[in-house]
């Protein structure tokens, strides 16, 4: 009885053996490779980029875009109505009332070169007497920048701080994409947050009467990511 169950036994361990065997042949045979081809061409549209959502969605935004055409180009920038909050100082401090404010940049040239974003403010002009007031300044406050859908690259930097004063007359640096960053369309947001909202600053002893005062935002882009 001894001898028979120990014959069993053998016949057992022999038959797991071939079937390991047998399952290790089946794996590897299965194993195999293949190869992708495409031939891919780069981005040669140059049209002008519609403005988009500054909510980063990709969807369109009912704004007049600025009909740049090109690689690298300026899309969109927000008009800014401010208005006064009180006297600090002698300063007159206004806040800015468009909390969707940004400016939109494309980067389609498919180089990472990066680029830059400066922006002058002109001295405001009084609607009534005309007078011209260039002792003034405007703080950016918060400010970011978002991909406007997809993220295709890294994220560009805002240069200025919240309350770094923007002198009137002279550009001054805001935000600037390093090499591979910046590629795609982008949004900067302005004045989205309340606690550090874009700011008018004017020297009280230069304003003489009530009246409302103009100005421009001169906003250049270049290639340059100094």
């Known amino acids: 009885m001894t001898r028979y169950l120990l014959l069993i036994v053998a016949s057992l361990a022999l038959g797991t053996g071939i079937t390991g065997t047998a399952l290790a042949q089946s794996t590897d045979s299965g194993a195999r490779t293949s190869h992708a081809e495409a031939t891919l061409n780069p981005n040669e549209d140059t049209s002008p980029v519609d403005p988009k959502d500054p909510n980063g969605s990709g969807n369109e935004f009912?704004?007049?875009?600025?009909?740049?055409t090109g690689k690298l180009t300026l899309d969109y920038v927000s008009n800014l109505n401010f208005v006064q909050q009180g006297i600090s100082g002698t300063q007159i401090v206004s806040n800015a009332t468009n909390t969707k404010a940004f400016v939109q940049i494309s980067d389609r040239r498919s180089t990472g070169a990066g680029w830059q974003l400066q922006v002058k403010p002109s001295a405001l002009v009084g609607d009534k007497d005309s007078t011209a007031i260039s002792q003034a300044s405007i703080e950016l406050g918060a400010a970011r920048f978002i991909p406007s859908g997809k993220n295709v690259s890294g994220t560009p930097s805002v240069v200025a701080t919240s309350t770094q004063l923007l002198p009137i007359g002279s550009y001054s640096l805001i935000g600037r994409a390093g090499k591979n960053a910046g590629m795609g369309t982008w949004i900067?947001?302005?004045n989205y947050d309340?606690?550090?909202?874009?700011?008018?600053l004017v020297m009280s002893a230069a304003v003489t009467q009530q009246q409302t005062y103009r100005g421009t935002l001169s906003w250049l882009l270049s290639d340059t990511p100094q």
């Open 62 to 68: 009912p704004g007049e875009g600025t009909d740049s």
């Open 188 to 190: 900067m947001n302005l």
């Open 194 to 200: 309340a606690s550090a909202p874009t700011k008018l």
